[in-house]
């Protein structure tokens, strides 16, 4: 055998090596994730640097950022408190790692989900949150469309909770960055927990995704990682460096180590070109359309509803037509009221008892104003009510129109001379009188009726409301001087405190009764704030 016969066999081996590693090669090649990155100075929104930052790329768990803003949302909305019990969907139960092993039917509390899916970055977590909030993955997924959509995020398409790779399911560098900024402006209260190298929930501690970053960045405090094969190694993060906060995303990671070399390297670009000093203007607040429904169908916990109509009820055939009184929590046909005490219903105290709240003071003004009633009211409960919105405490709490301007602009209600007694007949043309008398409370109601102010069980002051969790004790001492501000009318007398928790210093309001603690929670969730009562010895 010839030497150059001896050598074909060992060609032909390394020539068949050498075309496997091509098509590795060429197969890696193909599977590897676009990359795209984006710099924004968190200030202002300006954009600093970007590199593909439109291309809609696969976002993996960047998504869960998206599921935790409308989770904080429904939370200050009312939909839902981070005390409740959501029930783990099997839809949940069955989602791949990370996952916390939950188990279909399990019940676990909202807060220790959100922990989950923020740090663990847990699959079944970011799914039972969106299942319980949707109703179902579809659901949820229009939820999360028109959410992005309302923030701004104009590139981004949503198909589950998770991020777990699905077609259609999308998202862009801007996009991304974009939704970190909202959540750093619109949910400060919540922000600490991207920021968590580890956290615990009942029978486990999770540790952060993105914790050897957080080490080892200095300033950094979030946001979010995320990896599939389709997406590579993405991540969402800020820092702080003095008044400076910088946002940078980047998709498309070759590894962990890479994507957080190459986001140090963009934040370190973000902090070099950033303006030493810029105002911080806040994102313009979620857009939604009228016709969004961002209530969940068929739940509702603590939805505050306005009163818009207070109906006089017709009395039975046969028997005379009630008269309108006051009670300390509703106005209501004076028989109702009549054989429960003896009290004179010409003392003050019980007329201002009908003050205190301020359904009673739109109920007072409508009883005075409203042309809507069939027959009209009868002068005797256009006096009660005039006699009670006269009284300087009612109209200290309440600052609305007073009785004479009401009574002169709705004169249909009114008649020209009011008569002698409840039985005398109206004249037939009612006619506006410039400047009525003042209606005095002796003249409310005649001595017979009785009029009697209930007990309230929880008048004792001792409920308190808290309205979040902040960073540091300065910035809880300025929220509650801005509410206190704000609600002087519901807070008044109540006592600011705050306490210093594991996760953050509380702003409380402490000192107040349990019906003024549910009334400031309703109108402090009606503005889109946080707030939860609390309980005597919590």
């Known amino acids: ?99 916390l092993g939950l188990r279909e039917g399990q019940r676990i509390k909202l807060r220790y989900l959100i922990r989950a899916a923020a740090v663990k970055s847990a699959n079944d977590a970011a799914t039972a949150i969106g299942d319980y909030l949707g109703g179902s993955e579809p659901a949820f997924a229009a939820r999360m469309d028109r959410t992005a959509k309302a923030l701004g995020m104009t590139s981004s398409t949503f198909k589950n909770a998770n991020g777990l790779t699905r077609t259609g399911h999308l998202s862009t560098a801007r996009d991304m960055a974009t939704l970190g900024r909202h959540l750093l402006f619109d949910y400060p209260e919540y922000y600490n927990l991207f920021g968590r190298k580890q956290t615990s929930i009942p029978g486990h501690t999770l540790y952060n995704t993105n914790r050897k970053f957080l080490s080892a960045y ?77 209530l969940m169908a068929g739940k509702t916990v603590n939805r505050v509803i306005s009163v818009t109509r207070s109906l006089r009820p017709r009395a039975r055939p046969g028997q005379p037509e009630p008269v309108l009184v006051a009670q300390a929590d509703a106005v209501v046909p004076a028989a109702a009221v009549i054989s429960q005490g003896d009290q004179d219903p010409d003392e003050s105290d019980t007329v201002l008892a009908a003050a205190t709240t301020d359904d009673i003071a739109q109920q007072v003004a409508e009883l005075v104003a409203s042309k809507s009633y069939d027959p009209p009211p009868e002068p005797e409960a256009i006096e009660v009510a005039a006699a009670v919105v006269e009284q300087p405490e009612y109209a200290r709490l309440n600052p609305m129109p007073r009785p004479k301007d009401l009574l002169t602009q709705f004169p249909a209600a009114v008649p020209a001379t009011a008569p002698a007694s409840a039985s005398a007949a109206p004249t037939a043309e009612p006619v506006i009188q410039a400047e009525p008398a003042v209606i005095k409370p002796a003249a409310v109601a005649e001595p017979e009726r009785v009029v009697v102010t209930r007990m309230n069980a929880s ?80």
């Open 218 to 294: 200095k300033g950094a405090d979030g946001i979010k990682t995320g990896y599939t094969n389709a997406a590579g190694f993405n991540l969402v993060a800020s820092a702080v460096r003095g008044d400076v906060r910088i946002i940078a995303a980047v998709f498309g990671g070759r590894s962990t180590a890479w994507r957080n070399q190459r986001m140090a390297e963009l934040l370190d670009m973000g902090f070099d070109r950033a303006p030493r000093n810029a105002p911080r203007l806040a994102p313009p607040a979620p857009n939604y359309a009228p016709q969004d429904p961002l």
């Open 1 to 99: 055998m010839t030497a150059r016969q001896s050598s074909r066999p060992l060609w032909g081996l390394i020539s068949t090596f050498a075309a496997f590693l091509l098509v590795l090669f060429l197969s890696t090649a193909a599977q590897a994730a676009p990359y795209a990155a984006i710099v924004m100075d968190a200030r202002t929104g300006e954009v600093l640097h970007s590199s593909n930052a439109d291309t809609r790329l696969h976002p993996a768990s960047l998504t869960k950022m998206l599921t935790l803003y409308i989770a904080f949302e429904a939370v200050r909305k009312g939909e839902v408190s981070l005390d409740t019990e959501i029930r783990v969907s099997r839809n949940a139960s069955q989602e791949p790692p990370s996952k």
């Open 459 to 538: 008048a004792e002051a001792l409920w308190g409301v808290s309205i979040g969790r902040y960073n540091t004790k300065g910035i809880a001492e300025r929220i509650l001087l801005t509410t206190a501000l704000s609600e002087i009318e519901t807070l008044e007398g109540a006592e600011r405190k705050v306490l210093q928790k594991p996760t953050g210093w509380e702003a409380n309001f402490v000192g107040l009764t349990r019906d003024a603690a549910d009334r400031t929670c309703q109108r402090l969730t009606a503005r889109n704030m946080t707030c939860f009562m609390v309980g005597p010895g919590t």
